[in-house]
């Protein structure tokens, strides 16, 4: 996926996934929201590696990763997001390190 893709999708679904920092913990940027969901969705990784590799609480990887899943199905149902075809995961996830 280019990077123009991914802040493309940013830009569609952030203003419905951004979230307001409380006293308890600050909220997670929409940008890293779309960033879980693309990694669960284009790998076979757990959750369990993504709350790692994104150092985020297991209950906001799940929450997160379905929410923006849902919208993702809601507001883009008629619309095409090209992605290239990337034919190594290893080149995702240097993709993601490299944000």
Known sequence: MTRETFYHIVLILGLQIERQDT????????????????????????????????????CMARVGTCEVCQLLQDITANKFICLEIIRYPKEIIEGFNAM
């Not at 600050?26 to 284009?42: G, S, T, W, Y």
């Not at 790998?43 to 150092?55: E, K």
Request: charged share 15%.
């Open 23 to 58: 006293n308890m913990r600050q909220a997670i940027l929409p940008d890293k929201r779309v960033e879980m969901v693309i990694m669960k969705l284009a790998t076979l990784s757990s959750l369990l590696y993504i709350v790692n590799q994104f150092s985020v609480a297991p």
